[in-house]
């Protein structure tokens, strides 16, 4: 069996990836900053200058432009930055206050690495089809 079968996929299933990543990830900014969906474990709406303020801004509008495909290596970068921080910070570092638990499902902190290693495979990757960087390179003539 012939892997050329398969490989031909990999563009739109990487599309497909970065738009089901973004849209997940856009939601943790929008509990930030607009409260919704309202899933009742944020005391928010966070003061915009705040570590968490800065956050929810990152992942709703960092996500957006993941999820339109919109200079897409260069913010998945930052944004797989941003859960690193999140994870060291945030889960694992919240051991020291109050004790979560070292391994990522009890601290909570395993959709936080998960993030982190898609944006960091699509700052890879790139965006894959169905982007506005597709396009603009289709545009300008770029490889």
Avoid: W
């Avoid at 944020?42 to 200079?71: N, Q, R």
């Avoid at 690193?84 to 051991?95: D, K």
Wanted: aromatic share 12%.
């Amino acid at each position: 069996m012939s892997d050329d079968k398969y490989a031909r996929h990999a563009p739109h299933v990487l599309g497909a990836l970065r738009i089901m990543a973004a849209l997940l990830f856009m939601q943790h900014g929008l509990q930030k900053l607009f409260e919704f969906p309202d899933a009742g474990h944020h005391p928010g709406p966070f003061e915009l200058i705040s570590m968490a303020g800065v956050a929810g801004i990152l992942e709703t509008f960092g996500g957006l432009a993941v999820l339109l495909g919109l200079f897409t290596r260069p913010v998945a970068f930052v944004l797989s930055g941003q859960m690193a921080v999140a994870y060291f910070l945030v889960h694992l570092g919240n051991n020291v206050a109050k004790p979560r638990g070292f391994f990522p499902v009890v601290n909570g902190g395993d959709l936080a690495i998960l993030f982190c290693f898609v944006f960091l495979y699509l700052s890879v990757a790139g965006p894959g089809s169905f982007s506005l960087d597709a396009r603009r390179r289709f545009a300008t003539g770029a490889a």
